[in-house]
């Protein structure tokens, strides 16, 4: 057996070792265990609110909207070949949509909404998803259209599956008058989704696109189309060049740029994470110095007999790293376990819930990645073995005259 390997063994098992040096190294073990885990909780739990709050926007809107400047544009079936033919290869879906804002009515409450006028044949996989009750299906039905909310606005206006709503919507766009009465139409509640985001659980509410069409008064025009890409890496390209090439009342804008707010948050909340890795490291860091000084001090007169039975220098500071090793090692090993027990337990029972009217969900979301695992795990396992070189070294020094003298 290597050498320095087994006397660190006997080090780290042996039973006449010091309580107070026991629990020193135990409580090394405990700090980078803790550093570890809070690390990787951290890291994750950033990573489910970016991947959620992008996923769930993609799923509701697009990667990139093409709009308007006036109030609505011209029939899609002139502009979708050209926007195909723009954009191939690079889209995976292209959909129109007629959208405005409407008062949505029951027996016992009303509400501001924003109706969006979809076609069913489209891609619209997010809000299927997301049904909790009722099913996906927009009927344009010349006396009762089918309309899909969202469950905070079932529960505001009280309705459920089956019941009927009424929309209230501006005629033309202008201020309701005895000669411009606003546009009034029933609609059935088909399916009510939850997406556990406010903006669109409390203000969304979907429709068919002929029915939308027909409640806006804007006969065979949309307001705007929702585009979904093959790779993220070309939204701002495909954004800026559809930019450059539409005119007027034309303009597109990616998602980035429509939930600005959102993503720049997200990237807010980033921010202080080296410096809460620079931290957590620190503590480790100084765990494993004092814990292996510690061993040093109380191993002097065995360093002392070592050396003078012919170890040399490079074995003494090899018997410490390898008992740092050890520390870092157990301390990386258990944080990992315990991040992964918390993280699993959050993503399968939801335990912790946030409002969400401020953070966008209503449970705290979590992502586990690989990645963020072994990145923490091989930096602090690379900074404690840099570490215990200063112990190490240290003990290399200790002249086994001085050492043994009052043995």
Same mark, same amino acid.
């Given at each position: 057996?290597?050498?320095?390997?087994?006397?660190?063994?006997?080090?780290?098992?042996?039973?006449?070792?010091?309580?107070?040096? =026991?629990?020193?190294?135990?409580?090394?073990?405990?700090?980078?265990?803790?550093?570890?885990?809070?690390?990787?909780?951290?890291?994750?739990?950033?990573?489910?609110?970016?991947?959620?709050?992008?996923?769930?926007?993609? !799923?509701? !809107?697009?990667?990139?909207?093409? =709009? =308007?400047? =006036?109030?609505?544009?011209?029939?899609y079936e002139k502009f979708m070949p050209w926007l195909k033919k723009s954009l191939s290869p690079y889209y995976k879906s292209i959909n129109p949509f007629a959208s405005k804002l409407a008062?949505?009515?029951?027996?016992?409450?009303?509400?501001?909404?924003?109706i969006k006028g979809i076609r069913p044949e489209d891609s619209w996989g997010g809000i299927k998803r997301d049904i909790v009750a009722g099913k996906f299906l927009l009927s344009d039905s010349s006396e009762t259209p089918a309309i899909i909310i969202g469950e905070k606005l079932a529960e505001k206006l009280l309705v459920k599956v089956g019941d009927k709503v009424t929309l209230f919507a501006l005629n033309k766009d202008q201020i309701p008058s005895p000669e411009n009465l606003p546009n009034i139409k029933k609609f059935v509640v088909a399916g009510i989704f939850e997406s556990g985001m406010s903006i669109y659980d409390d203000l969304n509410a979907y429709v068919n696109i002929k029915a939308a069409q027909e409640l806006f008064n804007i006969g065979d025009n949309v307001t705007g189309y929702d585009i979904k890409v093959n790779d993220i890496s070309k939204i701002d390209s495909l954004t800026d060049f559809l930019a450059n090439n539409l005119k007027y009342p034309y303009t597109a804008r990616s998602i980035y740029q429509i939930h600005r707010n959102i993503f720049t948050w997200i990237e807010l909340q980033k921010k202080p994470i080296p410096i809460i890795l620079g931290l957590i490291i620190i503590v480790a860091v100084f765990n494993i110095i004092g814990t292996l000084l510690m061993i040093v001090l109380e191993k002097t007169n065995a360093v002392g007999v070592l050396k003078s039975l012919g170890a040399n220098r490079r074995q003494i500071v090899s018997i410490f790293l390898i008992q740092g090793s050890y520390f870092a090692l157990t301390g990386i090993v258990l944080g990992n376990i315990i991040a992964f027990v918390l993280a699993y337990l959050q993503l399968k029972f939801k335990i912790i819930s946030i409002p969400s009217s401020v953070y966008f969900m209503s449970s705290v979301p979590v992502h586990l990645s690989a990645f963020n695992f072994i990145l923490v795990s091989a930096l602090t396992f690379l900074l404690s073995i840099i570490a215990s070189v200063i112990p190490s070294f240290i003990a290399s020094k200790i002249q086994p005259v001085t050492s043994l003298r009052f043995n």
């Open positions: 057996m290597f050498f320095p390997f087994y006397i660190s063994k006997k080090y780290i098992y042996s039973k006449k070792n010091s309580r107070f040096i =026991s629990f020193i190294s135990g409580f090394s073990i405990a700090g980078i265990a803790l550093g570890v885990a809070t690390l990787i909780i951290a890291l994750s739990i950033l990573n489910g609110f970016q991947n959620t709050i992008t996923n769930k926007l993609i !799923d509701f !809107d697009s990667h990139i909207q093409i =709009s =308007s400047y =006036s109030t609505s544009l011209p029939p008062i949505i009515s029951s027996r016992s409450f009303k509400e501001g909404v924003n």
